[in-house]
C-alpha cells in the first residue's frame, strides 16, 4: 500500500516491495482474492498494480518464509552455533572416540569461533584449504580454481580468512568485512579482497550461510526495483550489497551512515588499483555471493565508473540465482562488451540455485553471460543456459534422482579414483543421502564445484577463434 510507506522510491521507475513484519494471516489469505495488490498492508506499490495469481502464489510464499526466518533467526543461530562447535569439537579431538576418552581425561580441546582454525559449516564439509599446486597463474583454469577458494573461505571467520590467504595461498590479504544492510538495519553481508601478488585483487562475497536467518532471507525476499536504465532487479540482493532507503544508489554514501558493501568495496578497489597501473580485479561469489557479484559491476556501471570497470578482468561466479529481468540481461551484456569483461556463471549438475527465481512469465527473472555447466562426472561444457533451467519438471524427476544414486555412491569411491584430496567426509555424506529426496540441495555444496574446477578441462575457459562470413577470424569469449 503505496500511502502507508514512508521510504521514497522516486530513484527507480517502478518497484513491488514486500514487508513481512506488517502481513498478518488474514491480509495473506485475502491476497488470494483479489489481483489489486496494492491494497494489500504488507505489499508497497504504486497504485493500481494487478498480479496474476501465480504471482500472487509466490509472493505469498516469500512473506511467509520470510516471517518464519525473522521468528526462527534465534534458534537458527543457537543450532548452527551449537552444531558448529560440535563439529569442531570433533575435528579437533581427534573424532568422537577420542573426545570420549580425552573427556574422561579432562583434555577436551575447545576452538575459540573466532580463532584461524575454527571452521563454519561450509568449511566443515570441504576442509580444503590450499590451492591445488598443479594449477598455476598461466593455467586456464586459474582465475576460476582462485575464485571457487576464495568464496569457499568467505564463509569463514576473519582470522581464517587471513591465514589461509597468508599462510596457505602466500598472498596478500587485503581485508574481510561485516557490512551494513539499511533495510535490515544490521550487518549482514560479508566480503573479503585479497592480491593474488600477481597483479590480481580478487573481490569474494560471501554467499548464505546455513544458518543465517537474515541471509536467507535476501534470498527470499522477491520484491524488486525497476532501475532507470537498468531493468528490474532482485529487490533482497539490491539490498544486501547496500540500496540506500529512500535514495537508491546516490553516487556517494552518505558519511553519517554505516558502511555498506558496494560503496566500501568500490573505494577499496579504488585505493589498491591507484597503488598499480597494471592491476586488475575479479568478483566472485557462491550462490548469494555470486548474485552480489554480478550485482556489483552493474551499479559501477549505473554510476558510470568507466575506469574501474576498465580495469575488472572477470566476473566468476559459481551456484549463482537470478537476479534480474530480460531489461537487465540487456544492460549487462552491453556492460560486459563495452569493458571486455569475462564472465563465467559456473553451474554442477543439477544445483537448485542457480535454476531459482524461475525464468517464466511469473517471475521473469532470466539469467546471462557463459554457463560453464559440469555434470556429476565433472566434464565440462560452455553453453546459453544449464539444462533443466527451472529445476521443477517432471521429465528430470528420474534423470535427478538416479544422478542423486549416483553422486552417493561416488563419495565412496572418488578417494580411490581421483585421489585422497577429493575425499568425501561424513558430513557431506550425510547431505548426499538427502540428495536422494532433493537432488538439488547437496549439489550446492562448493565441494563439488572445488572438485569441477580442478578436475575440469581448461578449454571452457578459453577464448574461441570464430570464423567470419568474409573468412577472417575474430576472437570471442566463450
Known amino acids: 500500500m503505496a500511502s502507508s510507506s514512508t521510504c521514497n522510491k522516486s530513484f527507480c521507475n517502478d518497484y513491488l516491495l514486500l514487508k513481512p513484519e506488517e502481513a498478518s494471516f488474514s491480509e495473506l489469505v485475502k491476497m488470494f482474492f483479489s489481483s489489486d495488490v496494492g491494497k494489500r498492508k504488507f505489499v508497497d506499490c504504486p497504485e493500481g498494480i494487478r498480479e496474476p495469481f501465480g504471482r500472487r502464489w509466490i509472493m505469498f510464499v516469500s512473506v511467509l518464509v520470510q516471517k518464519f526466518l525473522t521468528a526462527s533467526a534465534k534458534p537458527m543461530a543457537a543450532v548452527g552455533s551449537a552444531f558448529?562447535?560440535?563439529?569442531?569439537?570433533?575435528?579437533?579431538?581427534?573424532?568422537?572416540?577420542?573426545?570420549?576418552?580425552?573427556?574422561?581425561?579432562?583434555?577436551?580441546?575447545?576452538?575459540?569461533?573466532?580463532?584461524?582454525?575454527?571452521?563454519?559449516?561450509?568449511?566443515?564439509?570441504?576442509?580444503?584449504?590450499?590451492?591445488?599446486p598443479k594449477i598455476s597463474s598461466e593455467d586456464g583454469r586459474y582465475y576460476a580454481?582462485?575464485?571457487?577458494?576464495?568464496?569457499?573461505?568467505?564463509?569463514?571467520?576473519?582470522?581464517?580468512?587471513?591465514?589461509?590467504?597468508?599462510?596457505?595461498?602466500?598472498?596478500?590479504?587485503?581485508?574481510?568485512?561485516?557490512?551494513?544492510?539499511?533495510?535490515?538495519?544490521?550487518t549482514t553481508t560479508q566480503a573479503f579482497l585479497l592480491d593474488d601478488k600477481n597483479d590480481v585483487v580478487v573481490v569474494a562475497f560471501r554467499g548464505t550461510e546455513s544458518f543465517d536467518a537474515d541471509a536467507w532471507s535476501s534470498d527470499f525476499d522477491i520484491s524488486w526495483y525497476d532501475i532507470p536504465g537498468a531493468g528490474k532487479m532482485h529487490g533482497g540482493f539490491l539490498k544486501a550489497l547496500g540500496l540506500h532507503k529512500s535514495k537508491g544508489w546516490p553516487e556517494e554514501q552518505d558519511s553519517g551512515k554505516p558502511e555498506t558493501a558496494y560503496y566500501s568495496i568500490r573505494k577499496l578497489l579504488k585505493e589498491r588499483l591507484d597503488k598499480n597501473s597494471k592491476a586488475k580485479f575479479?568478483?566472485?561469489?557462491?550462490?548469494?555471493?555470486?548474485?552480489?557479484?554480478?550485482?556489483?559491476?552493474?551499479?559501477?556501471?549505473?554510476?558510470?565508473e568507466t575506469s574501474l570497470l576498465d580495469m575488472c578482468e572477470g566476473?566468476?561466479?559459481?551456484?549463482?540465482?537470478?537476479?534480474?529481468?530480460?531489461?537487465?540481461?540487456?544492460?549487462?551484456?552491453a556492460t560486459i562488451e563495452k569493458h571486455h569483461i569475462k564472465?563465467?556463471?559456473?553451474?554442477?549438475?543439477?544445483?537448485?540455485?542457480?535454476?531459482?527465481?524461475?525464468?517464466?512469465?511469473?517471475?521473469?527473472?532470466?539469467?546471462?553471460?557463459?554457463?560453464?555447466?559440469?555434470?556429476?562426472?565433472?566434464k565440462g561444457?560452455?553453453?546459453?543456459?544449464?539444462?533443466?533451467?527451472?529445476?521443477?519438471?517432471?521429465?528430470?524427476?528420474?534423470?535427478?534422482?538416479?544422478?542423486?544414486?549416483?553422486?552417493?555412491?561416488?563419495?565412496?569411491?572418488?578417494?580411490y579414483t581421483r585421489g585422497p584430496d577429493f575425499r568425501e567426509g561424513g558430513l557431506l555424506r550425510?547431505?548426499?543421502?538427502?540428495?536422494?529426496?532433493?537432488?538439488?540441495?547437496?549439489?550446492?555444496?562448493?565441494?563439488?564445484y572445488v572438485n569441477a574446477t580442478r578436475l575440469g578441462s581448461a578449454d571452457v575457459f578459453q577464448p574461441l577463434l570464430v570464423p567470419t562470413s568474409n573468412g577472417n577470424k575474430i576472437v570471442k569469449t566463450q
Open 145 to 186: 580454481a582462485l575464485s571457487i577458494m576464495a568464496s569457499k573461505v568467505s564463509y569463514e571467520n576473519h582470522n581464517h580468512i587471513k591465514s589461509t590467504v597468508e599462510d596457505n595461498w602466500k598472498m596478500d590479504y587485503v581485508g574481510s568485512y561485516d557490512f551494513w544492510n539499511d533495510y535490515q538495519q544490521k
Open 343 to 378: 564472465y563465467y556463471r559456473v553451474v554442477y549438475s543439477f544445483d537448485l540455485v542457480p535454476r531459482l527465481p524461475y525464468d517464466d512469465s511469473t517471475l521473469m527473472f532470466k539469467h546471462f553471460g557463459t554457463c560453464i555447466y559440469y555434470n556429476s562426472f565433472y
Open 430 to 448: 550425510m547431505f548426499r543421502f538427502i540428495g536422494l529426496l532433493a537432488a538439488g540441495v547437496p549439489a550446492h555444496c562448493p565441494q563439488d
Open 84 to 132: 558448529e562447535h560440535w563439529l569442531n569439537l570433533l575435528s579437533e579431538n581427534g573424532g568422537f572416540f577420542r573426545l570420549i576418552v580425552k573427556f574422561i581425561k579432562g583434555e577436551v580441546v575447545h576452538r575459540d569461533t573466532a580463532s584461524a582454525e575454527f571452521l563454519s559449516f561450509i568449511g566443515n564439509i570441504d576442509k580444503r584449504m590450499d590451492l591445488d
Open 381 to 415: 561444457q560452455a553453453m546459453e543456459e544449464e539444462p533443466n533451467k527451472n529445476y521443477f519438471s517432471l521429465i528430470w524427476v528420474i534423470p535427478k534422482m538416479a544422478n542423486a544414486c549416483w553422486e552417493l555412491i561416488r563419495s565412496f569411491t572418488i578417494s
Open 315 to 333: 566476473i566468476y561466479t559459481f551456484g549463482q540465482p537470478r537476479v534480474g529481468d530480460h531489461n537487465f540481461v540487456e544492460f549487462m551484456k
Open 282 to 304: 575479479i568478483v566472485t561469489g557462491h550462490s548469494l555471493g555470486g548474485a552480489l557479484a554480478v550485482l556489483f559491476p552493474a551499479i559501477l556501471a549505473l554510476h558510470s
